[in-house]
């Protein structure tokens, strides 16, 4: 068991459109599992409640609220009832995000300005509010899931959710030294090619809706011969978020099968 028994965890997109298993739905489970109290946040009230479902159904603590995190009031709003309900904010998991085909010429001015505010303006809000509160509390944890589309190209014509993942990574650094001598550790999981029930809307994107073939590319692509699932960024992000990480900040955990360590 990794210390996290009685922690309040709060992650955001915890829901999972459509079924099986989506990264914040594993998370939030997962971290339930650890004894946590979990605060799950989706725009999707219905997807964020279905976790939550899951969650009571194991006896364990949670709750689910519905919050865009693309807008600053709201994710102050956000923040000051995590700390109304449990006092205390002790891991924050950045778990949204969303890929939008196209390059620079074709991307139009309104897509790359979405992509970048959901993949990392919402990423700047939520520790905007949640850092203070950490420090006032005496310390904490941030995990910020990003992508190895920020880490190099993978395939698929993807600029502004490169870009938006890249700068994560780079605004994570940033703040874990600012924040390290103030007890709270920042670090980033950079999954893979993970097998979702988004992977079917990617290849309605980037395949022409060709998913068996899509999926079989994708495995092939990756060193191991497979795709990751939602488990194995669950249990990264787990990791770095429990205290036997307390000596890693500022740094990337990446969860890709291989996939960055080629160039094929």
């Known amino acids: ?35 946590t109290k979990v605060m799950g946040v989706d725009i999707n009230v219905q997807a964020a409640e279905e976790t939550h ?5 194991e006896r364990n603590t949670s709750v689910a609220v519905s919050c865009d995190v693309t807008d600053g009031a709201a994710v102050k ?5 995590c700390v109304d309900r449990f006092g205390r904010v002790d ?32 990423v700047f809000l939520t520790c905007k509010e949640v ?7 005496g310390g904490g944890a941030i995990v910020n899931i990003s992508s190895v589309a920020g880490l190099r190209y993978i395939g698929k014509p993807q600029v502004a959710y490169s870009a938006g993942k890249a700068a994560m990574m780079q605004f994570t650094k940033t703040t874990a030294v600012i924040y390290a001598k103030r007890s709270i550790r920042l670090n980033c999981v950079v999954p893979g090619l993970i097998f979702t029930p988004l ?4 290849a309605e994107k980037y395949a022409d809706r060709q998913f068996d073939q899509f999926v079989t590319n994708r495995n092939q692509q990756v060193p191991l011969g497979r795709t990751g699932d939602a488990w194995d960024v669950a249990h990264a992000a787990l990791f770095l978020a429990s205290d036997e990480a307390k000596y890693i900040t ?11 360590s080629t160039t094929s």
């Open 1 to 35: 068991m990794l210390s996290l028994g009685g922690k309040v965890v709060l992650v955001t997109g915890s829901g999972s459109i459509g079924a099986g298993w989506g990264n914040g739905k594993a998370i939030a489970v997962l971290f339930a599992r650890q004894g």
């Open 53 to 57: 479902s899951l969650i009571e159904q």
């Open 77 to 81: 709003s956000l923040i000051k009832d």
């Open 91 to 122: 891991v924050l998991v950045n778990n949204v995000g969303r890929s939008e085909p196209g390059g620079p010429a074709e991307l139009e001015e309104d897509t790359w300005d979405a992509q970048m505010a959901l993949n990392l303006e919402s």
């Open 131 to 137: 850092l203070p509160v950490m420090e006032h509390q």
């Open 199 to 202: 992977v079917r809307r990617l």
């Open 250 to 260: 500022g740094t990337e955990l990446i969860v890709d099968g291989g996939l960055t």
